[in-house]
Nanobody
């Protein structure tokens, strides 16, 4: 069982930035693949970005010019830098972690954070 905790959400105006953080805590010195998902009311959960234990990344195409996913090398800590935020980015952002990068990308793992609210409004 992996404990996942994310933070960094808040209320910002369009065009501003936020940096989300997530830490996964498991047993031993295992390095997890990690990812960010978001869910807005009335919409299905969607993958925002994912990163492998070695640092390979993937990002949803519409977000590639504005969002960046990174991680601390050798650690289970990752970040989502969100720039030029838009109202449509408003959602609860969730972090997930798993030994399998496929599980993270598929979004069917068992280890999720509680979510952090991002609200973009003028």
């Amino acid at each position: 069982q992996v404990k996942v905790v994310e933070s960094g959400g808040g209320l910002v105006q369009p065009g501003e930035s936020l940096r989300l953080s997530c830490t996964a805590s498991g047993s031993g010195n295992r390095i997890y693949a990690m990812g960010w998902y978001r869910r807005a009311p009335g919409r299905q959960r969607e993958l925002v970005a994912a990163i492998t234990g070695s640092g390979k990344t993937s990002l949803a195409d519409p977000l590639k010019d504005r969002f960046t996913i990174t991680r601390e090398a050798g650690k289970n800590t990752m970040y989502l830098q969100m720039n030029s935020l838009k109202p449509e980015d408003t959602a609860v952002y969730y972090c997930t972690a798993d030994l399998s990068c496929l599980t993270v990308v598929n979004g069917n793992g068992d280890s999720w954070g509680q979510g952090t609210q991002v609200t973009v409004s003028s």
